[in-house]
C-alpha cells in the first residue's frame, strides 16, 4: 500500500489539488501556528504532542470559517454547547490524523524539494497580478497571514509532504464502466409498495406496568439515572483590545518606530526579465553551442522575442517573447537569479548561463529600484501598531499582578476584577460536556473540576486562552454527581415500558398479519379492528422523502410480494409489501462518467478512512481529558 502511495503521490494532479488545499489554510490564519508555544498537550500521537494552544487556534479558525460560510445557520447550531463539543473533538481528531499522515510520510521518505516549493509558490494565483507573480502582493499576503517568508516555505514544505500522501490516495482510484451502469441501474431502480402504519397507541389499554417491572428496569438501567457532577463558575477575563481605548501615543513614539522598523516600509529591487531556455539537466555541449548561435544572433541585432518564440523550450513564456515578468531575490534558480541581477540596465542581455534546467539566454526588460514607504503614508500603521505594543506591555504587567492578587486573596475574584478593570462574569450550573462557549477551554474545565477548587474552594491560577488572552475561575457552586431515586424516576420509567409494551403488542400483531398473508388469508376483517387501512404508492426511490427511512431501507431489500415488518422512530410498526419492481432506462454517456467520477471519489474516501484507521490502529495516541 505504502509503494503505491509513494507512486501516486507525484503527479501533477495531486500537486495542482494540494495547492488550493495549502492557500485555504493559508488565508484562513494558519500562519499563526508557526512559532507558537503550547502550554500544554491535547493529545500525544506515538510521542509527538499536539499542544492545546495549536488546538484552540484550529478551532477557532475552523468556527471563524464556519460562520462567515453558513453565517446565521451555524450560529444556530453552535449555541448548544453539546454540538460544539463535539465540533472541537472533531478539530481534534482531524490534527491527530494530519500528525499520523505526517509520520506516515515521513517514514516512506516523502518529501518536497526546494524548486518545488518555488514553483508552487510562483504558480499560486493568490500571489499573482495579471497571470503574472507579483512580488509586492505575495509579501503582502504572507504579512496579512502572519507569515515570514522562511516561515511560510516550512509551512508549505510540512503541509505539501503530508498532501502528497493524501492525494495519491485520492488520485489512484477510479470506477469501472460496468460496475458504473450497474450502479446506475440500482440507484434509479423505483419499487411499488403497499404499506400500514399500526399505531402502538392502539394497543396502550392493554398495557399493564406493575412496580416489580419498574424496579427491575430502575436496578437494571441505574447508570441511566446517574446524574453528572455540575458546577457554576465566576471567572474574570481580559484581553488586549479591552486595554486599547485607554492607550495614548504620540508623535516622538511613532517616528521613533519608524526608524526602527525602517526594512518594513522598504520594497526590495525586483527585475524584470526575459529568456531563451534552452533545456537541459546535465552539462551538454552540442546544446550549449547552440545557445550560443542564438545568442551570436542577437548580438547581431536579431529581435530576442521572435527567437525566444522560436528557440525557447520553455513554450509558456516563448509565447510571450520569453517574458518572466517582475520576481525579487529568492524566487528563481540562484544561478539564474545572480545573472539576471547582475545586469545593469534595460535590454542588456546577459552570456549563455547554465542552471539545473538548462542553458538560459536573458534579457532584463525593466527594474523596479528599492523604494521605502514614506512615514506620512504609513503614519495610521503605526500608530496601531505602538499602540498595540504598548498595550500589550500594560497587558503582561496586568497578567502578573491579577495571578499575584488570585493567589494572596484567594477566597474571592473581587480585588482580581478591580486590578483587571473587568466584572465577574457567573455561569449557570454545567457538565463538563456541556460547557458554556466562554469557559469551554480544555484547561480550565480541568481545573473547574479538580478537588483543589471544588474542595479548597480557591480561586484558578491564570489560564492564557488565546494570545492576549487570559482568565481567572473559581467555583461558585457544585453539584456533586449521584444517582436519582426511584421515586424521583418512576413515572419516566412507567412511560418508557409502556411504549415499550405497546410497540411489542404492535410488532406481535404485524407479524401475525404477515403470516395471514403469506398463508393468501383475507385481512381485511383484522384490519378494520384496528380501523387502518392500505396504504399504497407507486415509483418509490431510494431518497423518497415521504416515507421513514426504515421503511425505504427495507422496501429496497424485499423480492416482489414478500412483506417486512419495520419499526419506526416514532415508536409505531409499518407491514411492508413491495408489489412492482420498476427498472431504469440506461445511462448515456454523460451519467456514466459521472457515476465513475463518483464511485472513485467514494472509493476514494473508503481508502483513505482505511489508511487512518490502520495508521490510528499501529499508534500510540493519547488524548488528554
Excluded: C
Aim: proline share 1%.
Amino acid at each position: 500500500m505504502l509503494e503505491r502511495i509513494r507512486e501516486g503521490a507525484q503527479g501533477p494532479w495531486a500537486m495542482g489539488i494540494l495547492v488550493l488545499v495549502i492557500l485555504s489554510f493559508v488565508f484562513a490564519g494558519v500562519g499563526s501556528y508557526i512559532n507558537s508555544s503550547s502550554p500544554g498537550a491535547a493529545a500525544n500521537v506515538n510521542g509527538e504532542e499536539i499542544g492545546i494552544d495549536e488546538l484552540e487556534r484550529a478551532y477557532q479558525n475552523e468556527r471563524s470559517r464556519m460562520e462567515s460560510q453558513f453565517g446565521d445557520a451555524f450560529a444556530t447550531l453552535a449555541s448548544d454547547t453539546a454540538y460544539l463539543q463535539n465540533f472541537r473533538q472533531g478539530i481534534l481528531d482531524r490534527l491527530i490524523n494530519e500528525k499520523l499522515l505526517d509520520q506516515a510520510a515521513k517514514e516512506i521518505g516523502l518529501r518536497v524539494s526546494d524548486d518545488q516549493i518555488k514553483l508552487a509558490i510562483v504558480g499560486m494565483q493568490e500571489f499573482q497580478v495579471d497571470g503574472k507573480f507579483d512580488n509586492d502582493r505575495y509579501l503582502a499576503l504572507l504579512r496579512q497571514a502572519g507569515f515570514q517568508t522562511n516561515n511560510f516555505r516550512d509551512y508549505m514544505r510540512v503541509d505539501m509532504v503530508r498532501r502528497q500522501l493524501s492525494q495519491s490516495l485520492i488520485g489512484t482510484e477510479f470506477g469501472l464502466v460496468g460496475e458504473s451502469k450497474t450502479a446506475h441501474l440500482l440507484q434509479q431502480q423505483t419499487r411499488d409498495i403497499r404499506y400500514l402504519n399500526i399505531p402502538a397507541v392502539k394497543f396502550i389499554e392493554q398495557v399493564n406496568i406493575s412496580d416489580d417491572e419498574i424496579l427491575d428496569y430502575y436496578q437494571s438501567n441505574i447508570s441511566q439515572f446517574d446524574t453528572e457532577q455540575k458546577v457554576s463558575l465566576s471567572y474574570v477575563e481580559l484581553v488586549l483590545e479591552d486595554l486599547l481605548p485607554s492607550i495614548e501615543v504620540n508623535e516622538d513614539e511613532l517616528t521613533q518606530y519608524y526608524q526602527q522598523n525602517l526594512i518594513d516600509y522598504r520594497t526590495d529591487e525586483e527585475r524584470k526579465t526575459a529568456h531563451i531556455l534552452f533545456e537541459s539537466a546535465e552539462e551538454d555541449e552540442k546544446i550549449a553551442t547552440k545557445a550560443e548561435d542564438v545568442l551570436a544572433k542577437i548580438q547581431a541585432g536579431e529581435e530576442f522575442s521572435k527567437l525566444a518564440k522560436t528557440f525557447s523550450s520553455d513554450t509558456f513564456s516563448a509565447e510571450n517573447g520569453g517574458d518572466l515578468g517582475w520576481f525579487g531575490r529568492g524566487i528563481m534558480d540562484p544561478v539564474f537569479e545572480d545573472s539576471a541581477f547582475a545586469l545593469t540596465y534595460k535590454g542588456e542581455v546577459s552570456g549563455v548561463v547554465k542552471s539545473e534546467f538548462g542553458y538560459h539566454i536573458i534579457k532584463l526588460t525593466d527594474i523596479k529600484p528599492e523604494q521605502v514607504n514614506s512615514f506620512e503614508n504609513v503614519k495610521e500603521e503605526i500608530a496601531i501598531k505602538v499602540k498595540t505594543s504598548k498595550a500589550e506591555d500594560r497587558f503582561y504587567e496586568l497578567s502578573q499582578r491579577i495571578s499575584e492578587v488570585a493567589f494572596e486573596v484567594p477566597d474571592n475574584l473581587d480585588e482580581v476584577a478591580d486590578v483587571a478593570g473587568k466584572s465577574i462574569i457567573t455561569t449557570g450550573l454545567f457538565s463538563r460536556v456541556n460547557a458554556p462557549e466562554g469557559v469551554s477551554n480544555l484547561n480550565v474545565l480541568n481545573s473547574a473540576f479538580s478537588s483543589e477548587l471544588i474542595e479548597d474552594a480557591v480561586n484558578s491560577e491564570v489560564f492564557e486562552l488565546n494570545s492576549n488572552h487570559i482568565m481567572v475561575v473559581r467555583v461558585s457552586k457544585h453539584e456533586p454527581e449521584r444517582t436519582k431515586s426511584i421515586d424521583e424516576v418512576k413515572e419516566q420509567i412507567q412511560q418508557i415500558l409502556t411504549a415499550q409494551s405497546a410497540q411489542q403488542l404492535s410488532r406481535d400483531w404485524a407479524f401475525e398479519l404477515k403470516t395471514a398473508l403469506s398463508d393468501g388469508e383475507d385481512v381485511n376483517a383484522k384490519l378494520s379492528t384496528l380501523e387502518i387501512n392500505w396504504e399504497e404508492k407507486q415509483g418509490v426511490t431510494r431518497n423518497d422523502a415521504d416515507l421513514s427511512q426504515n421503511i425505504l431501507d427495507a422496501l429496497f431489500k424485499l423480492s416482489v410480494a414478500d412483506t417486512s415488518v419495520v419499526d419506526l422512530v416514532t415508536g409505531d410498526i409499518s407491514l411492508v409489501q413491495l408489489t412492482q419492481v420498476n427498472s431504469a432506462a440506461d445511462a448515456d454517456a454523460q451519467q456514466l462518467i459521472s457515476l465513475q467520477s463518483r464511485l472513485a471519489s467514494s472509493k476514494s474516501q473508503i481508502s483513505y478512512g482505511a489508511v487512518i484507521e490502520s495508521l490510528k490502529a499501529q499508534a500510540d495516541i493519547e488524548i488528554f481529558q
